[in-house]
C-alpha cells in the first residue's frame, strides 16, 4: 500500500499551489519522509484533504467573482438596472466566501481530531 503513496506524494514537506493544500495533508510522514496509509482509516482522512482543496478553490472563485463584480459596478455608468445586478453579484460572491472559509475551519478542525 505505501507503493502507491509514494508514486503520487513527493514528500510530506514543502510548499502549496496557490495556497491550497496537499491531498495526503493529514496522514503521518513514514520512512523516507513519504505519506503512509497505515488503516482504511486514514481513507477518511484523504477524503477530508480533498474536501478542504475543493473548498479552498469555492473560495478563490468567490474572490474572482467579487473582482467581476468590481469591475461590472466600475463601467455601470451609474445605470440603476447595472449598479443593482453589480452589487448583487458582490454580495452573493461574498456570501459564498464566508460560507467557503467557514467550511474550510471546519473541515480543518475535524480533520485535526482524525489526525
Known amino acids: 500500500m505505501n507503493i502507491i503513496t509514494t508514486q503520487f506524494a513527493a514528500a510530506c514537506q514543502g510548499g502549496s499551489f496557490i495556497g491550497l493544500p496537499k491531498w495526503y495533508k493529514y496522514l503521518n510522514c513514514g520512512p523516507g519522509n513519504s505519506p503512509q496509509l497505515n488503516d482504511i482509516n486514514n481513507v477518511w482522512l484523504i477524503g477530508a484533504a480533498v474536501i478542504e482543496i475543493l473548498v479552498r478553490l469555492g473560495a478563490l472563485i468567490a474572490i474572482g467573482f467579487v473582482i467581476y463584480g468590481g469591475i461590472q459596478y466600475v463601467i455601470s455608468q451609474g445605470e440603476p438596472d447595472k449598479l443593482s445586478k ?30
Open 86 to 115: 453589480a452589487r448583487h453579484a458582490i454580495q452573493d460572491a461574498l456570501i459564498g466566501l464566508v460560507i467557503a472559509v467557514a467550511a474550510t475551519i471546519v473541515i480543518t478542525f475535524i480533520a485535526g481530531r482524525f489526525n
